[in-house]
């Protein structure tokens, strides 16, 4: 057991103990091994993206300029917690400083309400490319798609500047452990020495929000898409748009489905572990898998990346 200095409660509001897996020291070698291969695998996936749409000018369309900012939130999302859980587990020091973890938590709730908003604004894209395509190019201008990006990350952010403060005002009697390896809302929640219905009734109402309301575009979307589809004669071309569309809500159901399942009850007494698994799944497997999910799926970005590595070879070879 690890044995933490609790003096008084002054140390309480100056650092918290992030706890995490620290009950099993084997298990945390193991995990830090899995976490840093899929770090590693999240940064190089994201940042080849927003390379190849940045450099591939066939890849300058709506699709891919929403790719690109999923991208680079999946970098911002993963960088708010993973570095700091990797030192965690590396170390037998668990503390974050109370400033740290309120940056913590404000970027997460921040930058994952900026998501679902975004992977609706993506579902909108796609029912225009298929529903509307005569219309495409008139309708998602390049302003409409930096106002729809400015949007999402202006709702995003302002959910986490009502969420963050009213979980961090919580009063906590002097704990500071908390039962997970980041600062997440429900864990804090959950070291409150007070009732909090009324707090938990407000994070429902402001996820039925962030989260349903997104999700319910989405679902709207893609009944109308499977409509179009359903109407395309040639093969080939229900093909490629089942393939468009299949990454979009691969990606879409690995990533609501943890959030509804975390946020939607955030004062359940369900398993701890479960729920830093499904925090850490959402937190890093869905950004290491999004990348993989497009690529693989999509002709364009792989043949954009055969030939960017078949220029740099060329170019190597002179």
């Not at 609501?256 to 701890?272: A, E």
């Not at 990348?291 to 740099?312: D, G, M, Q």
Request: hydrophobic letters at 45%.
């Amino acid at each position: 057991k690890h044995t933490y200095s609790t003096n008084n409660n002054k140390s309480s509001l100056e650092h918290f103990i992030l706890l995490g897996f620290s009950d099993r020291p084997r298990l945390e070698h193991i995990l830090f091994v899995i976490v840093l291969i899929f770090y590693l695998i999240t940064l190089v996936g994201n940042i080849t993206i927003i390379l190849v749409s940045q450099l591939e000018s066939r890849l300058h369309t709506p699709m891919y300029f929403f790719l690109t900012q999923l991208s680079f939130l999946d970098l911002c999302f993963t960088t708010s917690s993973i570095p700091q859980f990797l030192f965690n587990l590396g170390g037998s020091n668990k503390t974050i400083s109370y400033l740290g973890c309120v940056i913590q938590l404000f970027m997460f709730l921040g930058l994952g309400g900026i998501e679902c908003i975004l992977l609706a604004v993506m579902a909108y894209d796609r029912f225009i490319a298929i529903c509307k395509p005569l219309h495409y190019t008139v309708i998602m201008h390049r302003q409409l798609c930096v106002q729809l990006v400015a949007v999402s990350w202006g709702i995003g952010l302002l959910n986490s500047l009502v969420m963050s403060p009213m979980t961090m005002r919580l009063p906590r009697c002097g704990k500071h452990q908390v039962k997970h390896f980041l600062c997440e809302m429900p864990a804090l929640i959950k070291m409150a020495c007070v009732d909090t219905v009324a707090i938990e009734s407000t994070v429902f109402i402001l996820t039925v929000i962030i989260v349903l309301v997104p999700l319910s575009l989405i679902l709207i979307s893609y009944g109308y898409i499977t409509q179009t589809v359903l109407r395309i004669k040639s093969a080939a071309g229900r093909k490629k748009v089942f393939n468009t569309c299949g990454s979009h809500l691969t990606v879409v159901s690995l990533f609501y489905g943890n959030i509804i399942y975390i946020y939607m009850q955030p004062g359940n007494n369900s398993s701890q572990d479960q729920g830093k698994f499904l925090t850490l799944f959402y937190n890093l497997v869905t950004p290491m898998l999004n990348p993989l999910i497009y690529t693989l799926r999509n002709k364009e970005v792989k043949s954009a990346l055969k030939k960017l590595f078949w220029k740099k070879a060329g170019s190597g070879d002179k």
